[in-house]
Nanobody, 115 residues
Framework: QVQLVESGGGLVQAGGSLRLSCAAS????????MGWYRQAPGKQREMVAL???????NYADSVKGRFTVSRDNAKNTVYLQMNSLKPEDTGVYYC?????????WGQGTQVTVSL
């Protein structure tokens, strides 16, 4: 089992920045992919950014150049730095840890970007 605790969401004006954090505990030795998804009202959950154990990253086209996913192995934490936020970035952001024993989701944190 893996337990995830997210933090860092909130309300920000367009053009602003937020940093999300996701702290993991439990059987994280089995994890080989970490990252973030989001779900806007009335829409399906979509991938935002992923980072694999070897350090490679993958981003949705809509966030490339604005968002950065990173991790701190010592703290078992993955981050999402979000810059130049737009109203269309609004949604609930979910942390994901996945590996050989399954996929684990955080509780979600609301990000709201106003005009």
């Amino acid at each position: 089992q893996v337990q995830l605790v997210e933090s860092g969401g909130g309300l920000v004006q367009a053009g602003g920045s937020l940093r999300l954090s996701c702290a993991a505990s439990g059987s994280i030795f089995s994890i080989n992919r970490m990252g973030w998804y989001r779900q806007a009202p009335g829409k399906q959950r979509e991938m935002v950014a992923l980072i694999i154990r070897g350090g490679g990253t993958n981003y949705a086209d809509s966030v490339k150049g604005r968002f950065t996913v990173s991790r701190d192995n010592a703290k078992n934490t993955v981050y999402l730095q979000m810059n130049s936020l737009k109203p269309e970035d609004t949604g609930v952001y979910y942390c994901l840890y996945s590996g050989s024993v399954g996929a684990y989701w955080g509780q979600g944190t609301q990000v709201t970007v106003s005009l």
